[in-house]
């Protein structure tokens, strides 16, 4: 059975926002073509391995409606995407509660367990592109499946003032160098 197939089938949002997505991509890309992307308005930088799409829908992050703006791109059957939200508030409580639904949503998505969490540091850009200090954010590894086909995650969950970024790469299998390349490029930026 086709990984992406079966993604579309077992998602629920957020997660069915990037299959969604990544659907429109098409044709599978043989190799990586990695490409530094700069989203303003969204609030970041990152490197993806393929040209991206975006879309944007509303979501409920348990209980706080907020819209979703998401970028990805698609290599064979490897889905790269960094998901950004506008939050109703700053605050300390409305960010961790944001990354947490986040991250939930997204284990829940490839039916899986945490093998590795980590807390991490996210480098903040300001508006020149330079380095303007870091922030706090979670990594996490999971390892499931979806509709009986193995799934690997990896993903980011961070969030900065009123905002909430979720960098995820989903594959049916795990590779540690580009999951590397494609996280550690995140970048918040001012």
């Known amino acids: 059975m086709n990984f992406l197939a079966a993604m579309r089938r077992q998602t629920r949002m957020p997660g069915a926002l990037v299959v969604g997505m990544l659907l429109a991509l098409g044709a599978c890309h043989p190799a990586y073509d990695w490409r530094e ?63 947490q639904a986040m991250r939930t949503a997204m284990e829940r998505n490839v039916q899986g367990h945490e093998t590795k969490v980590a807390q991490i540091e996210v480098p903040v850009l300001d508006t020149a592109g330079r380095p303007a200090g870091s922030v706090a954010a979670t990594h996490v590894e999971v390892d499931g499946s979806v509709a009986g086909e193995p799934a690997h995650m990896s993903a980011t969950f961070v969030a900065r003032g009123d905002r909430a970024w979720q960098v995820v790469l989903i594959s049916p299998s795990a590779d540690r160098e580009a999951a590397k390349l494609f996280h550690e490029s995140f970048r918040i930026a001012k």
């Open 37 to 99: 992307i700069h989203e303003p308005e969204a609030g970041y930088r990152i490197l993806l391995p393929a040209k991206p799409v975006s879309m944007t829908r509303p979501i409920d992050l348990d209980g706080v409606a907020v819209t979703m703006s998401m970028t990805g791109a698609r290599v064979d059957e490897a889905l790269f995407t960094v998901g950004s939200v506008v939050l109703p508030s700053s605050d300390e409580e409305t960010r961790a509660h944001a990354t």
